[in-house]
C-alpha cells in the first residue's frame, strides 16, 4: 500500500458505532465544472477609422453541487475526493441481475461489493446506477468499474475510473446499533485487510450508551496499526432475559471474502475462497496488546466460515426476488486469549494437540450443530498459526464423530471465506491494538 506522508506524523481515521445519532459516513463527490457560456467575443470595428466598442464577457457556467454537473446530472467520481467512502456512480444496464463495484488500489488489491438493481439504486428512466459502500478507503490511490451480470452471465463493464481519497479524516460511520443485522458497519480497507466495525448484536442491549470505536493509524515506517476501544456497560444491560450471556460484538480484521459484503481482495490475491480440500498451507501472524476493565469480558479469537459454494454469501445478501442466499455451511472459531467466565459451548476434548499447542475443543450439539471452537490452554498475546492443521483436523475430526455426537461434518468440498481476528464483547470497557495480523500462504 502506498501512502503519501505529508509531515513525519502519526495519521489516523476515527471511526465510531455509538448508541446515539449518527449520521451517514458517505459524502458528495468533488464537483466538477460545467461548461463555460458562449461569449467573451470582441464587438466589431467602427467605421471611419474608430474602433467599435469591445463586447461583454459572457458569464461562466455556474458549478454542480458535489457528485454533479452544471446540470445537476451525477457524474462517476473521478480525482482527488474529499471523502473516502464514494458514491459510485455508472450507466445502467439493460435486464442487469447484478452489479459488482470493483476497486482496486496501485497495488491490484481488491475490494467488491455485490449489488442488486434495487440496492445500486437503478434510475432506469435516467439510465444510471449509484451507490456508495460500508467500506473507507484509507488514502489510497484507487482504480474502480463496475462488472453487470445479465441472465446469469458476465454482462457488459463500465469504464475505469481513478480516484485518490484523503489521507486523514475524522469520518462519521453509517449508523450500526441497529436491529437490522445487515446494516452497514463502518470499515476500512488497507492492503489485502479490512477492518471493521461489527456490532452484529448490538440490538441485544438495552440501553442506547454503548460504543465500539475502530482506529486505523498509519506509521511513520508506512505499517498500518488497527486499533477498537468499546463500552459495552455492564452484564445486565441486555433487552432480554438471557442477553447478558450474548456475544454482543466482534470488531475485527479479515483476510478474504466475508460473506457477500466485504472482500478485502482476489482469490489470486488472498488464496481465497477455497476448498477446505485444496486450502494452501496458510500462516498466521498475530501479536495484540489490550487494556481492560475489572469487569470486562471478551475474547481474542481467530474464526473462518465455510460456505457450499464459492459464490460466497451471507445473511445481508439478497436475490433480485429479496430472498437471502445466505450459504454458510460451518464456523470455525480458535480462541488464542480466553474470557474468565464465558466458554464457547460444550466441552468435548481436552489437551488436544495441533499446532504444537494445546487446545481444548467445544461443540454445540444443541443450539448449532456446524460450529467448532478451540480454546488455548495457554492463552497468548502473539504467535503464529498454520491455518490448514486445524481446517483438517476439524474435517477428519468431524466425520468421524458427527453421526455420535450429532453434529455436521465440515465438507471437503465446502470453501474456506475469510480468515478472520477480532475480539467478541459480552460486557465492559477496554481497548486493544493488533501490533501485528499477516496471512501468507
Known amino acids: 500500500m502506498k501512502y503519501q506522508l505529508v509531515v513525519p506524523m502519526l495519521c489516523a481515521?476515527?471511526?465510531?458505532a455509538c448508541g446515539g445519532d449518527s449520521t451517514s459516513g458517505a459524502?458528495?463527490?468533488?464537483?466538477?465544472?460545467?461548461?463555460?457560456?458562449?461569449?467573451?467575443t470582441d464587438g466589431t470595428d467602427g467605421t471611419d477609422g474608430t474602433d467599435g466598442t469591445d463586447g461583454t464577457d459572457g458569464?461562466?457556467?455556474?458549478?454542480?453541487?458535489?457528485?454533479?454537473?452544471?446540470?445537476?446530472?451525477?457524474?462517476?467520481?473521478?480525482?482527488?475526493?474529499?471523502?473516502?467512502?464514494?458514491?459510485?456512480?455508472?450507466?445502467?444496464?439493460?435486464?442487469?441481475?447484478?452489479?459488482?463495484?470493483?476497486?482496486?488500489?496501485?497495488?491490484?488489491?481488491?475490494?467488491?461489493?455485490?449489488?442488486?438493481?434495487?440496492a445500486a439504486n437503478c434510475q432506469t428512466g435516467e439510465g444510471v446506477c449509484s451507490a456508495t459502500t460500508s467500506l473507507a478507503y484509507f488514502d489510497n490511490h484507487l482504480d474502480w468499474y463496475v462488472e453487470s451480470t445479465v441472465n446469469g452471465q458476465p454482462g457488459p463493464v463500465s469504464d475505469t475510473y481513478n480516484i485518490t481519497t484523503p489521507f486523514s479524516e475524522n469520518m462519521q460511520p453509517i449508523l450500526s446499533n441497529t436491529n437490522d443485522q445487515c446494516e452497514a458497519w463502518a470499515a476500512v480497507a488497507y492492503d489485502k485487510y479490512i477492518v471493521l466495525n461489527n456490532t452484529w448484536n448490538a440490538a441485544e442491549m438495552s440501553s442506547d450508551s454503548w460504543s465500539q470505536i475502530i482506529n486505523v493509524t498509519e506509521n511513520a515506517n508506512g505499517t498500518v496499526t488497527p486499533a477498537w476501544s468499546y463500552d459495552w456497560l455492564g452484564q445486565f444491560d441486555t433487552s432480554t432475559t438471557f442477553g447478558e450471556f450474548e456475544v454482543k460484538?466482534?470488531?475485527?480484521?479479515?483476510?478474504?471474502?466475508?460473506?457477500?459484503?466485504?472482500?478485502?481482495?482476489?482469490?489470486?490475491?488472498?488464496?481465497?475462497?477455497?476448498?477446505?480440500?485444496?486450502?494452501?498451507?496458510?500462516?498466521?501472524?498475530?501479536?495484540?496488546?489490550?487494556?481492560?476493565?475489572?469487569?470486562?469480558?471478551?475474547?481474542?479469537?481467530?474464526?473462518?466460515?465455510?460456505?457450499?459454494?464459492?459464490?460466497?454469501?451471507?445473511?445481508?445478501?439478497?436475490?433480485?426476488?429479496?430472498?437471502?442466499?445466505?450459504?454458510?455451511?460451518?464456523?470455525?472459531m480458535i480462541w488464542v486469549n480466553n474470557p474468565s467466565i464465558r466458554r464457547p459451548g460444550d466441552l468435548e476434548l481436552t489437551g488436544v494437540m495441533i499446532d504444537n499447542q494445546l487446545w481444548d475443543v467445544y461443540i454445540k450439539p444443541r443450539s448449532k450443530k456446524d460450529y467448532i471452537a478451540f480454546t488455548a490452554q495457554t492463552p497468548t498475546t502473539s504467535g503464529t498459526l498454520n491455518w490448514k492443521r486445524f481446517v483438517d483436523w476439524t474435517r477428519d475430526w468431524t466425520a468421524e464423530n458427527a453421526q455420535i455426537l450429532e453434529i455436521d461434518v465440515l465438507e471437503p468440498e465446502y470453501y474456506m471465506g475469510a480468515i478472520e481476528i477480532g475480539t467478541e464483547m459480552w460486557w465492559g470497557s477496554g481497548s486493544f491494538t493488533l501490533n501485528e495480523f499477516e496471512v501468507s500462504f
Open 249 to 332: 460484538a466482534y470488531p475485527e480484521v479479515l483476510y478474504g471474502p466475508k460473506l457477500g459484503t466485504h472482500v478485502s481482495g482476489t482469490k489470486e490475491e488472498t488464496g481465497l475462497p477455497e476448498q477446505v480440500m485444496n486450502l494452501p498451507e496458510f500462516v498466521v501472524r498475530y501479536d495484540f496488546s489490550e487494556t481492560l476493565d475489572e469487569d470486562a469480558e471478551r475474547n481474542v479469537a481467530l474464526e473462518s466460515f465455510f460456505h457450499d459454494s464459492e459464490d460466497i454469501r451471507g445473511p445481508c445478501d439478497f436475490d433480485e426476488n429479496g430472498n437471502r442466499t445466505d450459504n454458510r455451511a460451518y464456523e470455525m
Open 59 to 118: 458569464t461562466d457556467g455556474t458549478d454542480g453541487t458535489d457528485g454533479t454537473n452544471g446540470t445537476g446530472a451525477e457524474v462517476p467520481p473521478s480525482g482527488a475526493l474529499d471523502t473516502a467512502q464514494p458514491l459510485f456512480v455508472w450507466p445502467a444496464v439493460a435486464n442487469a441481475e447484478q452489479y459488482k463495484i470493483v476497486v482496486k488500489d496501485a497495488g491490484a488489491s481488491g475490494y467488491a461489493r455485490s449489488l442488486d438493481p434495487v
Open 13 to 16: 481515521v476515527l471511526l465510531a
Open 27 to 40: 459524502a458528495n463527490n468533488n464537483p466538477t465544472d460545467s461548461s463555460n457560456s458562449s461569449g467573451d
